[in-house]
């Protein structure tokens, strides 16, 4: 299934070499690495005597250490045979199980990580390794969820230019660009996200975003108007806020009282909460994600990596979302459900309090190994904040899913019980205060 996978996988390349595949290319997939490789870092051998079994597949590195009793020569198709015998130690079965691939074994190493941290924590960097290799994953489709979509999500076929007039650019990324846009028929502003497919799996993944903000409607998140589908391009149409949460972090970080930082916590929360009691994840919590306005409102935002748990799969496995604010068991490909969004909520509290999330300076390889590996990241300056601050983050911080708290939990903290009533107002005057400073 990897290698179908691949041939549409227009990212897909060799785990050694890393050239890109072509429609054409031939891809093999290492039965001991379970990596693919292209023809030339390859080889193909066949069984020595039952020709008709289906010959095995090595990249180089870990064919060339395999234990055998006969020599190899591969053959100008890639094919393996037998030639003369010859006298070699065998690999014991725990000596097998314990190597890691020489490829593997060299990336591990250029970053930083020493042998013994490798001993100690394997399974963590095999399945990180996975993950930096393969990339990430598409969202398996589901015959429920796009009975759901296609009821839901309506793409209009006309012009969305003679409805909204563009202002200016307020945005540009690898899939599209962000507009502020006026309405001609009311005057109302909107952001415009623009984004022309590249091909069908892309367009498949714009309207499931599109499906699960529309379904996911609520005071705490940010709120969907319309979609077009016109000139080669997907038109998504969305409230208009003043920014995000990275926009005050970079500018005020450390200098946001505590009062408001609950506020922030509390409505984010309210957003997961409704999340997930539709069996819901976000994926990509993190302060750029966390959007804001000048009257104090707070609402999440890009649900491009947002995710429908069902009864028939309530767990998930694929690896999605920014690395910095990655739960340890999204990190290693373990199985996950929505606790994963409160760990990175515990993230973007330290990033508030201390102006960047853990190992964001870390080589993003290092970075996954620390967060699947080290102890959960803690508030440096202790003595600066209450015990409830404290308290709230490390329940959002802990290691083991299970044993970490739920949306639901949070919400009954005192940290959060705690909000005074007119935190909209205090968190409205404070942006106002900033956003005139800015203009100074």
């Not at 998504?236 to 922030?264: C, F, H, Q, S």
């Amino acid at each position: 299934m990897d290698i179908i996978a691949s041939v549409f996988d227009r990212h897909s390349k060799c785990a050694s070499c890393n050239k890109l595949f072509k429609l054409s290319s031939k891809r093999r997939k290492c039965v001991i690495c379970k990596l693919l490789y292209c023809k030339r870092c390859s080889v193909k051998e066949s069984h020595p005597h039952l020709g008709f079994l289906a010959p095995k597949r090595y990249c180089l590195s870990c064919y060339n250490e395999q234990p055998s009793r006969t020599t190899k020569k591969k053959t100008s198709n890639g094919q393996i045979q037998p030639d003369s015998p010859m006298l070699q130690r065998r690999e014991t079965a725990a000596e097998k199980e314990q190597r890691l691939p020489q490829g593997w074994q060299n990336m591990v190493t250029a970053v930083g990580i020493s042998n013994e941290e490798l001993e100690e924590n394997k399974d963590s960097i095999v399945g990180i390794m996975s993950f930096m290799l393969e990339g990430v994953k598409p969202m398996p489709s589901r015959m429920s969820f796009d009975l759901t979509m296609s009821n839901r999500v309506q793409l209009l076929q006309t012009n969305p230019e003679e409805i909204y007039q563009i202002i200016r650019k307020i945005g540009e990324g690898g899939s599209g660009s962000v507009y502020v846009v006026k309405n001609s028929q009311n005057n109302e502003t909107f952001a415009l996200k623009r984004i022309r497919p590249k091909n069908d799996k892309q367009r498949e993944e714009i309207v499931n975003e599109i499906a699960l903000t529309v379904l996911s409607q609520n005071p705490n998140v940010l709120s969907y108007y319309e979609s077009y589908d016109y000139n080669g391009f997907i038109w998504i149409v969305v409230e208009l806020m003043k920014g995000n949460l990275t926009d005050l972090i970079l500018d005020r970080w450390g200098r946001i009282p505590e009062n408001l930082m609950a506020y922030i916590s509390r409505e984010v929360i309210r957003g997961l909460a409704f999340l997930h009691h539709q069996h819901r994840i976000h994926r990509d919590i993190k302060s750029d994600n966390v959007l804001i306005s000048l009257d104090g409102k707070v609402k999440l935002g890009d649900f491009g990596y947002a995710a429908q748990l069902t009864t028939d799969q309530d767990k998930r496995h694929t690896v999605v979302g920014t690395p910095s604010w990655m739960a340890p068991e999204l990190v290693v490909g373990s199985d996950y459900d929505t606790k994963v969004d409160i760990w990175s909520l515990g993230i973007v509290l330290l990033e508030m309090a201390e102006g960047e999330p853990p190992y964001l300076r870390e080589n993003p390889m290092k970075a996954l190994y620390l967060i699947a590996s080290a102890a959960p990241p803690r508030l440096q300056n202790r003595t600066k904040w209450s015990e409830d601050f404290k308290s709230f983050v490390e329940q959002c911080l802990v290691k083991e899913p299970n044993e970490r708290a739920s949306s639901d939990t949070l919400l009954t903290h005192p940290f959060i019980v705690n909000v005074p009533s007119d935190a909209e107002q205090q968190f409205s005057r404070f942006l106002n205060e900033w956003a005139q400073s800015k203009r100074r």
